[in-house]
């Protein structure tokens, strides 16, 4: 089973909405992480969630974690037209043999237009 | 800039060539990873190493050969490659395995 769906696949905004993604994931995790992608770029950190926290703020970022429901939301307020980019959770579960990695989803891609 | 660097950025090759990524991260991090990003596809990851050991392998054909001479740099060195192999190839590394990633911009291979 795949670890960090996300959902939806594509979403399509104005410039000064606000974007809702989420991410469900299948088993326990030590944290989530999304990242951004832009095209044909490498991925970019954005925000780490640690699985006892619910929620987390880094600017124009807000990030949930429902542990309960296995499931993390991404918010992007008053969005620019330079948030366009993929946006990728990845959920941390560590392994005894090897530490921890990183299982990434299939991306929403978010365009914001002018 | 993320402080993870890698060449080149674009590659083509023929499936008979033998050709090499390199990555070198600036950071003073631990780790450092291979992933293979296709199209429609999640993020895979490919090699781990730590301090310069692998520490995992996920079932990668041989024909993609991965070396850390140190904890700075990585290599992926590729030879008789088949066309599904063209992907965006990315590199990363991280202070530990539980921390955030950094990415480098990643090599465009395309396998003719």
């Known amino acids: 089973s795949q670890q960090g769906e996300e959902d939806p696949q594509a979403l399509s905004i104005q410039e000064g909405e606000n974007a809702t993604m989420n991410c469900s994931y299948k088993t326990s995790i030590n944290n989530l992480q999304w990242y951004r992608q832009n095209s044909g770029r490498g991925l970019v950190h954005l925000i780490l969630?640690?699985?006892?926290?619910r929620e987390k703020h880094s600017g124009r970022l807000r990030v949930t974690l429902d542990t309960s429901k296995k499931s993390s939301s991404l918010l992007i307020t008053a969005s620019r037209a330079a948030d366009t980019a993929s946006y990728f959770c990845?959920?941390?579960?560590?392994?005894?043999?090897?530490?921890?990695?990183?299982?990434f989803g299939e991306g929403t891609q978010l365009t914001v237009n002018p | 800039e993320t402080g993870v660097t890698q060449t080149p950025r674009h590659l083509v090759m023929g499936m008979t060539n033998k050709k090499s990524l390199k990555c070198e991260q600036h950071l003073g991090h631990n780790a450092m990873y291979w992933y293979k990003q296709s199209a429609k596809k999640p993020l895979e990851l490919m090699f781990v190493y730590s301090l310069e050991e692998r520490v995992e392998n996920n079932s990668v054909p041989s024909r993609f050969s991965p070396e850390c001479p140190n904890s700075s740099h990585l290599f992926l060195h590729l030879h008789t490659l088949q066309p599904e192999d063209s992907a965006l190839y990315l590199c990363?590394?991280?202070?530990?395995?539980?921390?955030?990633?950094?990415f480098g911009p990643g090599t465009r291979l395309t396998v003719t």
């Open positions: 990845a959920t941390a579960l560590f392994m005894e043999t090897s530490g921890s990695r990183l299982t």
């Open positions: 990363a590394s991280s202070q530990s395995f539980r921390g955030e990633q950094y």
């Open positions: 969630i640690r699985s006892n926290e």
